[in-house]
């Protein structure tokens, strides 16, 4: 299975910063790379990232998408409109999004099901809180938003997951490897059990990842990959990251 590791510039770069960024990524996979890579800037730099890259193996991938085709949304953006601006992966349930805009499993299920239907691979990202945790409940909130935020038509073909630990976010703290494991395989029991199939499902690891411990943690049972948030704006660490593939 090909390793994927995306990128998620989150709110930050501006159009000079991201074309830079992604211009001297682009060139060095044009010369070889050890994964898949996919490049999540914000949606107004979208089409400067497009133009960066082209010509080289980085794919484009958007960091969230509205439900809907199109209509009365201000603000938001659509799975289709991304697709038509040469995207080919979308982030969907980052925790940010659950945190700061509320969303809940079933919106997160509908925005990967418009993406699936627009022709994009929605990443879907799952984790528990440190409240959550310290109270024994990852396996349950785990099994609640995998199963909740999985739409009808997901395959392990054209859906990644990711598990990404909130308290592991920004926070320069990861998961150990032997926990990283056991959630991964309950993210693909629990995908298999509400898809019908979890063979090459990728589920990608995202929580501080760096290149400093990208090898422990991409050599984990279960791992096919990261999301990246900070280190992705750091062009020496994210390629390190990349080149950490096994
Ligand atoms: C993320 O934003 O998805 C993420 C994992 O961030 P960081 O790598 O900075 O923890």
């Known amino acids: 299975m090909t390793y994927l590791i995306a990128g998620n510039w989150k709110m930050n ?22 994964a898949e890579i ?3 800037p914000p949606a107004p ?13 980085i794919a484009l991938g958007a960091q969230d998408c509205h439900a809907n085709e199109k209509g009365a949304h ?8 991304l697709k038509a601006l040469g ?11 659950r945190a700061d805009h509320g969303e809940t499993d079933a919106m997160v299920k509908a925005k990967a099901a418009a993406a699936l239907k627009a022709g994009l691979t929605p990443i879907v990202c799952v984790g528990e ?7 024994g409940e990852t396996s349950a909130v785990i099994a609640t938003q995998v199963a909740g935020s999985l739409p009808e038509g997901a395959t392990a073909a054209n ?7 909130v308290w592991a976010i920004g926070t320069g703290k990861t998961a150990t490897t032997a926990d990283i494991a056991a959630v991964h395989a309950q993210i693909r029991e629990v995908f ?5 199939e979890a063979g090459g499902l990728r589920i990608l690891y995202g929580g501080s990842v760096k290149g400093a411990n990208a090898a422990e943690i991409l050599a984990t049972a279960g791992v096919n990959g990261a999301l990246v948030g900070g280190a992705s704006l750091d062009p020496e660490d994210f390629w390190k990251i990349i080149q950490a593939c096994p």
């Open 192 to 196: 298999k059990a509400t898809a019908g």
């Open 129 to 135: 809180t440190d409240a959550q945790r310290e109270r």
């Open 38 to 40: 996919a490049l999540c």
């Open 74 to 81: 201000t603000g938001d953006v659509s799975a289709w409109l």
């Open 159 to 165: 859906t990644v997951m990711a598990y990404e630990p």
């Open 13 to 34: 770069g501006t159009p000079a910063s991201a074309k830079a960024l992604a211009a001297g990524l682009a060139a060095k996979a044009k010369a070889g790379s050890k």
């Open 45 to 57: 730099l979208l089409s400067a990232v497009d133009a960066a890259v082209a010509g080289s193996p």
């Open 87 to 97: 995207c080919r992966f979308v982030i969907v349930g980052h925790s940010e999004r």
